[in-house]
């Protein structure tokens, strides 16, 4: 049996960020998780919303952690991962109505950040919402010191990475026909930004 795996600040988010797809989440039906991770936030979030199916997805590596928080939690509305890579042309999904991400465009390179962007546009039916979780700069500048030191923490560890700016999000974003509904504030220097799709 496959140890579950334990991400500290999924404990630490996942009720500010509850609370706010408890409101932006509350018309949705079928929403996809690109890069659920350890699974904690996908246990979470179905429990606690259960009018939602919930597909997670990940690198095939993570699957078998993700997998034993399914299997403990035992949601029917939570699905087991997808194998999915944001820069692989193709997603192994049909079309959503909701897409929730948290964590993950700070981590991975740029070009990767766009393929993402992309692939959220292949995928997300007219009038659905993207759900982007993270610290994210505005007009070039750090909202935190903390995020200033985050920053220089994930460039040491890889320097493709980095805190990323709002505004070539939001350009990529409405490249895809997305426009910005909402932008909450989180805890810990983190925002909540939420796109709708024209339609």
């Known amino acids: 049996m496959t140890e579950k795996p334990f991400a500290e600040s999924c404990a630490r988010n996942r009720e500010p960020i509850l609370a706010v797809l408890r409101e932006v989440f509350a018309d949705r039906r079928q929403v996809l998780e690109i890069a659920s991770g350890t699974g904690q936030h996908a246990v979470h979030f179905g429990a606690a919303l259960p009018h939602l199916r919930w597909q997670t997805s990940e690198l095939p590596a993570n699957h078998a952690g993700i997998r034993a928080w399914l299997d403990e939690a035992g949601l029917a509305n939570v699905s087991p ?100 509904q909402r932008d909450f504030d989180m805890p810990s220097d983190n925002h909540t930004l939420v796109w709708r799709r024209d339609g």
């Not at 964590?103 to 993207?130: C, D, K, Q, Y």
């Open 81 to 180: 991962p997808l194998a999915l890579d944001v820069d692989d042309p193709v997603w192994p999904v049909a079309e959503v109505d909701a897409i929730f991400n948290a964590n993950t465009v700070h981590i991975i390179a740029w070009p990767s950040v766009e393929r993402m962007f992309a692939g959220i546009g292949r995928v997300l039916a007219p009038g659905g919402l993207l759900c982007l979780y993270g610290p994210f700069n505005y007009g070039g500048r750090y909202t935190a010191e903390s995020n200033a030191r985050f920053d220089v923490w994930l460039k040491q560890r890889d320097p493709v990475s980095g805190v990323r700016d709002f505004e070539a999000l939001d350009a990529l974003a409405r490249a895809q026909g997305l426009v910005l």
